[in-house]
């Protein structure tokens, strides 16, 4: 039995709330169950110097957990004065996860930087934070769209992302914070509509885990990652 | 006439929600009009080594804006390895004032740290912030008191803050975005409940103000903490 | 009493030694009884990025204590890597005291370096840096008029800061490091030449003050300043 | 084809040069055709302090690439102040999957660090660390085992890892660096020798995959890591 | 009698094997006995913006110590966030080492980078660093010429250095690990192919030495610097 | 002939000022013409962690230029976060010289730190450091034995230090700035009273020399050390 009596395929209540800061082009505070986080996307029309003169944009990720986000409180990044490899991990991966359905070309010469600032911990972190930014960037987008900026959508497709592991050696979906602390392994999925792969990260610290383990794994995430693509295209109706 | 039609004297919209995060043992999302700031009190039983053996605590503050919570994005503080002089600033005025308001010898050899993380900003974040740590503050150390660990309140008053200016030759109370960016002076006071002044930051960037202009600014501010006072009061009933 | 016998208006006898060094535009050893104080005016032929194009000049400050300028040595900030808030604090202080006095348009696409450095430290270190700094100033504009290159003066008046305190109860002009180390409550002012107030920082850990404290405090401090504007005359005849 | 001519299921050639310096505990220098990586394991006598008291040992990794490792120089980490995230994602890896197959009690009260240093760069240099920190590890405990230092040995098992990926369509085995750039996907396997999955990372930047995609590059890693698992038990016969 | 059975003007066995990897324009490991040091030469068509005008080149080195080419790990400079001083001075000096013998207006616009890597450590790995150095630099320059890139040869000589030092009382040449730890005095020759002298850094830590003494260091110097030569001639070749 | 119409053997005027700071237990002011160094000694009663325990004590150098000290303003290295190579290099050459003429053991478990900070800078610097530091050092050192807290002296010796080089062809002796920025060798001696050499740092950039040259700067830095060994024997009377 999971410590939330949830069954082994079920997710968290998933709630998405558009709208949430009024600065950013794009913006929602996305919640799985006690997780919470913000998700803004931020267009600026200029490029990383590395790209100039290829006629691409770029789209890109920033992560950030508030000191108390979390059970005790840990200390301030910016006071420490870096980003530990743990936040650095989850920014390449929440900027890759995007770019999956982003054709850069398409956006043109401009950069989309997606911040995704957790509010609230209780497990699955990057994972709300991937399913969040792509409704932050659909919407970023669509502002784009409507001034006229771009004449066709770069968006190709939705992406999202979530958690699974073996948890007292049953595979179950959406890990919380006490399962995510004691599974055995841990595999975190980025799926696009339709059913193609754009990253996974299974990790086994310990223990490890065979084949059959990694694609009923990979199953559940298929169910969970259905329920998030109806939310948001719930959200950005 | 102000841009946001309010008279001379006139408050935003003060909402200070309570419990807004789970795990502090405090915390709040206090909003002055659209300057919305999430202010979390964490208790921690362990004090900084300069205090060791003088069986005293210590309160103090961090700030930080979301790098999207402005008009254009900044960069995240983190990412750029330090922070700004303006964040030391405001969260070292932070700490004072709400020590202004706290016996450390009574608070006993524990830590409490007022994180300050600004949502959404539209001029007066560091008096915000303040006005709402002081509730952060009051919730975490009413935990302690019906959890028995204190026996004494440490707490001697309320405190508060706001930001006054002289806008196009007029003074005035609670500057938003539009009227920080332009006045021609700026201050911001830190009043206890009772009267009593714990801080005067009054700047002068440009054009200059006399006593009688102080004064005038300060009466504001008066007028401003009392609303603020209220509503503390309201938000911890 | 004082500690040094001084009346509670009575400051420290102040000295101003110009051309102190021989390679900045502008410099002077100011010196309130034991704070010493070096301070030198460097001007570049360049300014800021985000003035580019503006026709503006720049003035800004810069602060630091030598490790040994204290009681106990302190670490250099160089090799901790990092400057204190405190420092940082300070020195935007002397920024923006001295831009109070300066029509930047006038001033031309040029930038003016206030660098302070304490040389020995017995309170009040910040406030004969802005003092020191108008000389060092007024040195390296002179400078350009004489050579040609700006027709019209752009320092618009003088400058000068002083602090004053509760100590044991009664407010006292230019507290000194045993002064200020035990004063209830502590306020540095920044005036300008013919009584308008530049800055008010008014802070008071652990005790307060009321309206009536802050108005003898500024009082105080316009005795002071004006003994200060005739030092900063007599030195730049 | 591939630009190397070799088969999809061929390795590139693998040599491991064990005792490739003299200090330290275990080392070699492994190479994957062109890729070589000096890995050394070293002893000491001391936990990180968050594991103090538990009777355990722990195993960490580190990772870097000489400036002059690759095609065109990249600057020095010590000399720009920080490790990338691209370096700190990969000294993570090493370190979870080496500690995957070490029973961290059975070390004892120990630290072992495994140091990759990249010489020269061919595509592969992370999984070419993991499979020769391997070896590094087991000769320095095999040291403490031959010392009486410890009397089980706390080396469960053989770890290797190897990169796949799909090149122009094709599924293909140890990916060098003309492929790796160009490569449609690219994946990490982290294998335990006797079949079980320590950790996979895929990641389809631009492109995507399916579940059969995942599952024939799982299948070309068995087959790479067998050979490499191979090579491993000769090096340290 | 020396811990190695050397007499006192012998030399360490030396060999250079160039080519050692293949991406830089020119490489060798170098070995003083157990002290290995793989230097490369990197050529950058870009030059630092200080010299940017003035139709020279530059030539500047970098040095590191792998973390266990030491008899105990030390820490990774990237990790701390900093290079030592003691890193800082040595890339200094192998810089102006180089430097000595290349005529930068010949070299023209670009820059060439000696990256000085130490393997293993056993005494001298600075003085090993320059002279393999210098290999790195006439391959590389080599490769400009057959290019045609360059039509005259910019460097005008060969320069080597060696470390001389008084072991019980006794002048030795080229010290290693335990001969250095535990000298009186210790200096570094660089000396050009010839006779002239580009740098002495003689240091006596303790001890001191007279003039005489100096001066059988600097015989002994010629002596070792010598052999360093004929080696270098031999592996351009 | 020499810019300053100096003889090539002609020392600038040395004048040391003691006691320029108050807190400092040892402090001068040492001016070698228009070089200027702020020389203080700090004692604490406290070691570095790696010579807890072995009843010594430890003397240690921090060398830094105010920004203004220069013909042109130098970015202050606090605020760039790090100390230049310069810097570090500069300040361990203190440190060793200073530590050249203490007993360590006769110091007892305290630790002298010499800060050298350069108020005007005309050449030499390093060389003026050093010998001011060896007269706040003694007057350090000689409050301590008053004290009765050392009941031997740990100063073995006077030291001192200078440069020279070769200028349009001719050695000389205490290079100036013009001097200095076109030598075509320049040489920084560090001596002991009575004649030993302590540190020889000889470097020619460009250009080198012979024994012989060598020899001959020696013999002018012996001439200058004699004269400033008087003057440090004056100043500490």
Known sequence: MRPSGRAPDEMRAITIETGFTKHAEGSCLVSFGDTRVLCT?????????????????????????????????????A?????????????????????AVVDLKKLGERQITLD????QADG??????ISGAWVALRLAVNGLIEAGSLTEDPITGQVAAISCGIFEGTPVLDLDY??????????N?????????????????G???DEEGLLRLLRLARIGCDEIFAAQRDAVK
Chains 1, 2, 3, 4, 5, 6 share one sequence.
């Open 41 to 77: 996307a931020s267009i600026e029309e200029r490029i990383p110097p590395w790209l100039r003169g290829k006629g691409e944009g770029w789209v890109t990720g920033e992560y950030s957990m508030l000191p108390r986000s979390t059970h005790t409180r840990s200390s301030r990044e």
């Open 189 to 205: 999925f980025v799926l696009i509509e339709g059913g193609q792969i754009a990253e996974v990260q299974a990790t086994a610290e």
């Open 116 to 119: 995704c600032d957790v509010i």
């Open 79 to 99: 006071a420490r004065g870096k980003q530990s490899g743990r936040t650095q991990e989850i920014q390449r991966l929440i900027g890759r996860s995007l770019r």
């Open 124 to 129: 699955g972190t990057r994972t709300a934070s």
């Open 207 to 209: 223990a490890t885990y």
């Open 178 to 187: 006490p399962e995510d602390s004691s599974a055995e392994a841990d595999a």
